[in-house]
């Protein structure tokens, strides 16, 4: 199947400080991208559904202004964290899907705010 | 709306046993189902998917599930189980073609347990 690679898998970080998480459809273009939160032993929580070129649509909820998410290339989109607290510590996984609408999965950032 | 749910926060079955993971659904259209499945610290395997065609549908590692109209419900079943089996195992649900943009709604996760 298609790759996803997410970057970074696992990032520490300071209370207040800003993080980055890449994902990169690598074999195929994902006209868009799903980021998903997964608290301990939960299932996903989608946070926001991007489209290569648009605005990102945010969940009920999730606070746009806090998770900031860009997705200018059918290649890439990225997911930043601004302001980091204790409470964003939390599992990140994004997916893309392109023409055929199947999913396919990066592998997960674990954000630890400390 | 779409729903999904997984009835059973956790199954554990003997190794060579049969392992079935329960999944109804809830939508206003014709459903489209997966089965995902998450080892530790990493993101979501792909197992199987329903769209349409044969209500039984065999997926990788031997994994196969059988969509049930009547029964609003999509059970994951392997014959035999494995040690390696053991993960978290997510339903999931899409109400509408496949056309890039639907959002796929997930259940709550089976966590699968293997004895030796």
């Known amino acids: 199947g298609a790759v996803v690679s997410q970057h970074p898998s696992r990032v520490i970080c300071k209370s207040g400080t800003s993080v980055k998480i890449e994902c990169r459809s690598l074999d195929f273009q994902a006209t868009t991208m799903f980021w998903y939160r997964q608290f301990p032993k939960k299932s996903l929580m989608l946070m926001a559904t991007?489209?290569?070129?648009?605005?990102?649509?945010?969940e009920q909820g999730v606070e746009k202004d806090k998770f900031l998410i860009n997705h200018a290339s059918l290649t890439l989109s990225t997911l930043t964290v601004t302001s980091a607290h204790p409470e964003d510590s939390s599992f990140y996984i994004c997916?893309?899907?392109?023409?055929?609408?199947?999913?396919?999965f990066g592998e997960g950032s674990r954000l630890t705010v400390l | 709306a779409q729903s999904v749910a997984q009835p059973e926060d956790q199954v554990k079955v003997a190794e060579g046993n049969p392992l079935t993971v329960k999944c109804t659904y809830s939508?206003?259209?014709?459903?489209?189902l997966f089965w995902y499945v998450q080892y530790p610290n990493r993101g979501l395997q792909f197992l199987l998917k329903?769209?349409?065609?044969?209500?039984l549908v065999k997926g990788s590692y031997g994994f196969e599930a059988e969509f049930n109209k009547s029964q609003t419900s999509f059970h994951l079943k392997k014959p035999s189980a494995l040690v390696s089996d053991s993960a978290l195992y997510f339903c999931?649900?899409?109400?509408?073609?496949?056309?890039?943009?639907?959002?796929?709604?997930f259940g709550g996760g089976t966590r699968v347990l293997v004895k030796p």
């Open positions: 991007s489209n290569e070129g648009s605005k990102a649509t945010y």
């Open positions: 329903y769209i349409t065609g044969d209500n």
């Open positions: 997916s893309g899907t392109g023409t055929t609408g199947e999913l396919f």
């Open positions: 939508v206003s259209g014709n459903p489209y």
């Open positions: 999931a649900v899409r109400d509408g073609p496949k056309a890039a943009g639907n959002k796929l709604t």
